[in-house]
């Protein structure tokens, strides 16, 4: 069981910022045991901008960053997910569709950088926070012992993980 890999998506309403971020954040951080995803209910079309200078900054591979929807992974054939995460309270609110195999969910809402207001420093410092308090969130997942732990303790603990690091971010 220590072998397996375990897919997680994260949803938010545009794809186009907070979940692209934590899709970075899980494929580097889980060091080949998770392999992220990200997608949107109502995508963008295009990566924010401010997202990817982020990202590029701090050495992620994002030639596979695109905004999509989620329709995409509840398709035949789409990887069957094991975790999925909302990142915006709008996402959280949705009716999602039904997943195959019916993943663990959670909630880890962040506020969304792309409507950050203010000067350039201050709407890219919004995309630093929100990777920041992210990858607080996606370090904590990764060292959680999921091959030894029972689904209702994987429920609980990755449902704590978005509430414990909301405030402290």
């Given at each position: 069981?220590?072998?397996?890999?375990?897919?997680?998506?994260?949803?938010?309403?545009?794809?186009?910022?907070?979940?692209?971020?934590?899709?970075?954040?899980?494929?580097?951080?889980?060091?080949?045991?998770?392999?992220?995803?990200?997608?949107?209910?109502?995508?963008?079309?295009?990566?924010?901008?401010?997202?990817?200078?982020?990202?590029?900054?701090?050495?992620?591979?994002?030639?596979?960053?695109r905004s999509k929807s989620w329709v995409e992974f509840s398709a035949d054939g789409a990887p069957q997910m094991d975790f999925v995460f909302t990142v915006c309270d709008s996402a959280a609110a949705e009716s999602c569709p039904i997943w195959p195999g019916h993943p663990i969910t959670a909630h880890w809402g962040v506020p969304d950088p792309a409507a950050a207001e203010g000067s350039e420093s201050e709407k890219r410092l919004a995309f630093a926070d929100a990777h920041r308090m992210l990858g607080n969130r996606v370090n904590a997942f990764v060292s959680l012992p999921l091959a030894s732990l029972d689904r209702l303790t994987t429920e609980g603990r990755v449902r704590e993980i978005g509430r414990s690091l909301s405030e402290a971010g």
């Open positions: 069981m220590t072998d397996k890999i375990y897919n997680v998506l994260f949803l938010c309403t545009g794809n186009s910022a907070r979940s692209i971020i934590a899709e970075a954040l899980l494929n580097r951080a889980g060091k080949g045991r998770f392999r992220a995803y990200s997608a949107g209910s109502q995508p963008k079309g295009e990566v924010h901008p401010y997202t990817l200078d982020l990202l590029r900054s701090l050495n992620y591979d994002i030639s596979d960053a």
